[in-house]
């Protein structure tokens, strides 16, 4: 599947501010060696890029926050702390008051950064104040208006030196607004993990390039408003490089955004099978086959239980609902299939480990979901799943599918959906902040969709996601393609409900969505 695209999105070449972000991202052994191409093509010294990088972070906290005039700025030995020294030293000369702390010796500090120290220190009123300074301070709030996290950046080590946990609590507490420079310090770049506290930044600024762990995980929550500053990288050298992940916000990718023809008739358009909703959990299949309507599927059947028919065809009556309490009743409906979304409501019991064992048996492609995912973890027997189908785990999920712990998931979230990727091969979902798109594929970057909202967390909405998967596997489009513009679109879908309802939002709002997201003539609006 193809999805190349721009280094980054018209926006972020602008220098905007956002926390959706398009384009490539790159692991912190990459953004090393980004860093010396980038010097090497522009005639720079690893001093210049720094003064550079320094320089960028100094005007955006001018434009953040221009009535800013006591500042502290934390710096740690290496790399990191060299821009924090550029950035200090260009608030001494603007006439600001400002406070340095260091967390570390002094001797520790070299190459570009103690060139930067130097640079500081010539002009500075005194020494920098060991951070443990900052733990004795009674109220930084009523001292500094911003603090800058100049500590770690990408070169965060496990586990962390002693003290920097207590550091970072105490900054946390002091509640002024945080600018981080690169990475909020204590935060995996490559990850999105954090083994030890991490700062909460108010707004990051990121340079060169991105950093997929800004993007998912713990990232979204700390990184506050995202900037990122190219520092004039010329883009051949960035589309050069290996990227970890391609990250995906407001744009879709450009296969899923083809009008259809005049002559277009259901029939070309898909027939999703929805499977699930067991006795008391009809409302998720019935979202999912909703999703799959107002996802451009041409027909949509839902096999469920007796007991849901009437709410099924009550509440959308372009549905066809059968009533399979008798798991055999499923055979007819899935020859006549495109593709099953299996697992929304499905249950874990004996109707439902037949239900899920008929849809393996049939070798059609799958979008699997929910229970389905569940009992597929605890049941070896089952076959396996055939290639071109989609998985779509939250966090737990993925954990039983791997059999190993939460934390383990959300250490690593795009190894571990690559891993199960790879295991099942299929196509992984794996939800959250951040949603990871991966592919069995073991040289294709995964994907990180960097839209949608907190209001998106509440029930239904994985169901939603699964219908939409559905159909546009349907459609015609491949598994990759079909996994990665599902998210996408339903990510979009569910901003623009949160500008319509807020923390109120449900799935069906996000539904009502779909269609227009997917629409090219109805897809002006800008989403980011």
């Not at 999105?9 to 010396?36: E, I, N, Y």
Request: charged letters at 20%; proline letters at 5%.
């Amino acid at each position: 599947m193809k999805t190349e695209r721009s280094t980054l999105s018209p926006k972020k070449q602008q220098g905007g501010v956002t926390r959706h972000f398009a384009g490539l991202c790159f692991s912190a052994s990459a953004m090393r060696d980004l860093d010396r191409r980038s010097a090497e093509a522009q005639g720079l010294s690893e001093l210049d890029l720094m003064e550079r990088a320094g320089t960028a972070a100094f005007e955006f906290l001018r434009r953040r926050w221009p009535a800013a005039s006591q500042i502290a700025v934390l710096c740690g030995t290496g790399n990191n702390g060299g821009d924090g020294w550029v950035v200090a030293r260009l608030l001494l000369a603007s006439g600001l008051n400002v406070d340095v702390f260091l967390f570390g010796e002094p001797e520790r500090i070299d190459g570009a950064a103690q060139l930067a120290y130097h640079a500081w220190r010539a002009i500075a009123p005194e020494d920098p104040t060991s951070s443990d300074a900052w733990l004795d301070c009674a109220d930084p709030a009523s001292q500094y208006d911003v603090v800058i996290d100049a500590l770690v950046g990408i070169g965060i080590r496990s586990p962390a030196r002693p003290g920097f946990t207590a550091l970072i609590d105490a900054v946390n507490r002091a509640s002024i607004p945080v600018l981080s420079l690169d990475v909020p310090s204590g935060l995996n770049a490559d990850t999105g993990a954090a083994d030890s506290s991490v700062i909460e930044a108010q707004a990051t600024i990121t340079f060169i390039a991105m950093k997929p762990g800004l993007l998912t995980g713990r990232g979204p929550d700390v990184i506050g408003d995202l900037s990122l500053d190219t520092l004039g990288t010329p883009r051949s050298i960035v589309r050069a490089t290996p990227a970890t992940a391609v990250s995906w916000a407001s744009d879709l990718p450009q296969a899923l955004l083809k009008s259809r023809k005049p002559s277009a008739h259901k029939g070309l358009c898909g027939h999703v099978l929805v499977v699930g909703g067991n006795v008391g959990m009809g409302g998720a299949a019935i979202l999912a086959a909703a999703a799959a309507l107002r996802g451009g599927a041409g027909l949509v059947t839902l096999a469920t239980r007796a007991a849901n028919l009437c709410a099924a065809l009550a509440r959308h009556p372009e549905i066809m609902a059968r009533d399979i309490d008798v798991p055999e009743s499923l055979y007819p409906l899935l020859e006549r299939a495109s593709v099953v979304v299996i697992g929304p409501g499905l249950g874990v019991d004996d109707w439902s480990s037949a239900t899920l064992r008929l849809a393996l048996e049939s070798k059609k492609p799958l979008v699997l979901d929910a229970d389905a995912l569940n009992l597929l973890a605890d049941d070896p027997s089952f076959p396996r799943v055939g290639n071109g189908s989609v998985l779509t785990p939250h966090p737990g999920e993925a954990a039983r599918l791997a059999r190993v712990g939460i934390a383990d998931i959300e250490s690593d979230r795009i190894y571990w959906a690559k891993r199960l990727a790879k295991q099942h091969e299929s196509v992984i979902i794996l939800k959250g902040a951040g949603t990871i798109v991966a592919s069995c594929d073991e040289h294709a970057a995964a994907n990180i969709c960097t839209a949608g909202n907190p209001g998106m967390a509440t029930g239904g909405m994985g169901d939603v996601l699964a219908g939409l998967v559905g159909a546009l596997m349907g459609q015609g489009h491949e598994a990759p393609l079909a996994a990665l513009g599902g998210a996408v679109v339903h990510a979009n879908a569910g901003d623009r409900a949160w500008r319509e309802h807020g923390v109120g939002l449900i799935a069906t709002d996000v539904i009502s969505h779909l269609g227009a997201v997917l629409t090219p003539e109805l897809n002006s609006e800008t989403l980011g």
